[in-house]
């Protein structure tokens, strides 16, 4: 038996078994930065349905109903222990937190303006990847964001990723792997394809345990290191601190 109340109070992470539950965006900012100090930027951006796709306007809306957000992404400015940084985070309510033509823009936004200003650029995932119901739309948001990361390695900027459960698909396929550090809660889902069509890929070959977790991925060099969510606002403060930008 665990009580809402105490998870809550326990940054929804299991005080008995260390299980990392999903957090809101908000929430996530919350822990991590300096307090009243994020700034949201491009809040009223919002997806259109370049397809038509079925059904897909009436998700938006449940979606934003539900959030009170226009989209899978929050991004803004932020202080981390009084130094200027870039922050995205996703929304998993979001529709599964995918990436379409709006979050795909909101991440190239962010890591740009790490690049421009020259300060860290801080995301963190939490997503199911590319949405769907805007197609190619949707998939050329792996291009243009690993772009983007691009420009900000030439700035000479550091990008920090956060892996949070899930971080799948065409998410960890582009901007999420390219980061200068990857750090990921654990038990957090960590892959590509779901874990049903990476045992098929495998023909027939037994997956581990633990295949598709942080803990598998830090095994084989995918992850830099597994942080405790109590750790994490300490630890980007030691990072940034050592990899610079503005203020220090």
Known sequence: MLLSKELDRNARVCPHCGKHYRLPAIERIRLTFDKDSF?????????SDPLEFPEYQDKLLSAIAKTGRQDSILRGRADLD???????????????????????????????????????????????????????????????????????????????????DPTMAGVLASYASLADI????????????????????????????????????????????IVHRKDLRDTLIQLTSHLGGKNG
Request: net charge negative.
């Open 39 to 47: 700034v949201e930027l491009d809040a009223d951006l919002s997806s």
């Open 82 to 164: 009084g130094r200027a940084v870039a922050v995205a985070v996703s929304e998993f309510a979001f529709m599964g937190g995918s990436m379409g033509a709006v979050a795909g823009e909101k991440i190239t936004r962010t890591l740009e303006l790490a690049a421009d200003e020259h300060i860290p650029a801080i995301v963190f995932t939490a997503t199911g990847g590319a949405r769907m119901q805007e197609g190619l739309y949707s998939l050329m948001q792996m291009a243009k964001t690993s772009a983007a990361c691009e420009k900000l390695a030439r700035a000479g900027a550091p990008f920090i990723c956060v892996f949070t």
């Open 182 to 225: 990857i750090l990921a809660e654990p038990g957090a889902l960590v892959g590509f394809a779901g874990a049903r069509v990476a045992a098929q890929a495998a023909a027939g070959g037994k997956m581990p345990d633990d295949f598709q977790t942080s803990e598998f991925n830090f095994r084989t060099g995918m992850l830099d290191k």
